[in-house]
């Protein structure tokens, strides 16, 4: 099995900002070669959504059109670790924030997504 654990969520302000961590481990994980993360979101009564995705060598990134500009993912292969910088954070961007690994290549769908985090809140206050 794989387990990801997510952290970094938490309280800020409009315009503040946090960044979130997601650590892999586990027997199975260690059976990919290579693998793309992702980070995903869902806001009370709403669907699940594609935020940002990273492919093995951090080459090729994705990110959802509203947080262009604003957030940042990067990985450190070292240490099994995706993050996610997230600054001039928005009110809607309030949400559950999860994290995901796929084998390569790198997607924005997350049905293609196997291993997911329990997830981390993030709760921006106007």
């Given amino acids: 099995q794989v387990q990801l654990v997510e952290s970094g969520g938490g309280l800020v302000q409009a315009g503040g900002s946090l960044r979130l961590s997601c650590a892999a481990s586990g027997r199975t994980f260690s059976t990919f070669s290579t693998y793309a993360m992702g980070w995903f979101r869902q806001a009370p009564?709403?669907?699940?959504?594609?935020v940002a995705a990273i492919s093995w060598r951090g080459s090729t990134t994705y990110y959802?059109?509203?947080?262009k500009g604003r957030f940042t993912i990067s990985r450190d292969n070292a240490k099994n670790t995706v993050y996610l910088?997230?600054?001039?954070l928005k009110p809607e961007d309030t949400a559950v924030y999860y994290c995901a690994v796929k084998r390569e290549p790198v997607r924005?769908?997350?049905?293609?997504?196997?291993?997911?985090?329990?997830?981390t809140q993030v709760t921006v206050s106007s």
Avoid at 45 to 50: A, L, Q, S, T, V
Avoid at 85 to 88: A, G, L, R, T, V
């Fill in 108 to 119: 924005t769908t997350e049905n293609l997504y196997d291993y997911w985090g329990q997830g």
């Fill in 45 to 50: 009564g709403k669907e699940r959504e594609f």
């Fill in 64 to 67: 959802k059109d509203s947080v």
């Fill in 85 to 88: 910088q997230m600054n001039y």
